[in-house]
């Protein structure tokens, strides 16, 4: 199951609010369906939301039937549209910023054609370096898995929500391929069930050992000696460690630390923000209050109650273990290590 696939001039999307009742796909063709796709969350997960953003610039540029004379301004039209979608992962921005980069470099490329090629170019190499840093997230992660764990996990950071093989199912995937005894428990994470929905089934056909729990049952697990290690995605990283991620994560944090669990956070460098000073300075979405007030179109609540819907929270470094990327695993001082990794070549 792949999140996207590039079709030549569409982006093939699969429709992750649909699964696991129905495998759908939407054929995005411009890069206001894009904008759309990654706004209603049928792509998500933040480096997928980064790729397909990518994409969705070069489409931008593919489908523009204008003058070439009038063709920056328009990138900048197809930009805002993209950037506006989802204020939190930071890999949108970044894959955004590395598609204009290339689109700077052209300016003075007066063939159309030179110009789609070289923006479909740098979005296929975008992808294609996710693919490979998830593998290595993999690897190192599985050097701080024991040889038999029971893993607890929220949200969906696999396949669904990257371009190839997730940043924690990663390290799961990795660590379950080198033979060690591995249990999963995934956290449904209401509102959106991505734990429910996305995590449990990629899992499953991986056949993976996974246990769904509800959210509210964390605690517990922790309590009756059920969870050796928490291991999550991330959406961005501030420099200083402090990490957002799906709401609920944090509430996961502080039970892992007062029951002495190490909690550990998957991300590629894509989603370190060293622009962000702390957590403090992170935007945090919010999302339509139906979420909460429905299940998936079925009310729970009564239909005009008050609704707050943050979609992350942020957990303080404080409380991380370790963060594993393709660079290697840092740990604290975060303020003076990330910064320390990132340099490095
Ligand atoms: O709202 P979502 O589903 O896009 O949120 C996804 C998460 O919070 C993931 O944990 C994060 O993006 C990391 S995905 C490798």
Redesign the pocket.
């Known amino acids: 199951m792949k999140a996207l696939e590039w079709m030549g001039d569409s982006l093939k999307i699969l429709d992750q609010t649909r699964l696991p009742i129905e495998i759908k796909y939407r054929l995005a063709t411009n890069y206001e369906e894009v904008a759309e796709a990654i706004e209603k ?1 049928e792509v ?4 997928a ?1 980064g790729a397909a953003a990518a994409y969705g610039y070069a489409l931008g540029a593919i489908k523009y039937d204008g003058e070439l004379a009038n063709l920056k301004e328009h990138m900048e039209k197809v930009q805002k549209r993209l950037a506006e979608t ?1 204020p939190t ?1 930071v890999n949108l921005f970044w894959a955004l910023r590395r598609m204009e980069d290339r689109m700077r470099e052209l300016h003075d490329v007066t063939d159309f054609g030179k110009i789609k090629q070289v923006l479909i170019s740098e979005a296929d190499q975008i992808a294609e370096d996710d693919r490979q840093v998830n593998y290595l997230i993999g690897e190192e992660g599985n050097s701080i898995i024991p040889e038999e764990a029971n893993i607890l996990t ?5 396949a669904l ?2 371009v190839e093989y ?3 199912l990663g390290v799961i995937r990795a660590a379950h391929r080198s033979n060690k005894k591995i249990n999963v428990y995934a956290g449904e994470t209401r509102p ?1 069930l ?1 734990g429910a929905r996305l995590t449990a089934l990629e899992l499953m056909k991986d056949e993976i050992p996974v246990t769904l729990i509800a959210d509210n049952m964390a605690g517990f697990l922790m309590q009756q000696g059920k969870v050796d290690l928490v291991l ?4 961005r990283i501030a420099a200083n460690g402090d990490t957002a ?2 709401i609920g994560t944090y509430s996961l944090a502080i039970l892992a630390q007062a029951h002495e669990i190490p909690f550990y956070v998957a ?1 590629p460098t894509s989603t370190i923000d060293l622009k962000v000073a702390s957590g403090q300075e992170i935007p945090i979405e919010e999302r339509d209050a139906q979420e909460i007030r429905e299940v998936f179109g079925v009310q729970v609540a009564p239909a005009d109650v008050d609704v707050y819907n943050p ?2 929270d942020v957990t303080p470094s404080k409380l991380i273990t370790g963060i594993i990327t393709e660079k290697g695993i840092v740990t604290p001082p975060y303020s003076v290590n990330l910064l320390k990794m990132m340099v490095r070549t």
């Not at 998500?44 to 480096?47: D, F, K, L, N, T």
């Not at 999550?232 to 959406?235: L, R």
């Open positions: 969350m998500r997960g933040a480096p939301i989802r992962a929220h949200c969906n950071a696999g929500a990257t997730g940043t924690a959106f991505q999550v995605g991330a959406d991620n799906k991300a979609a992350f």
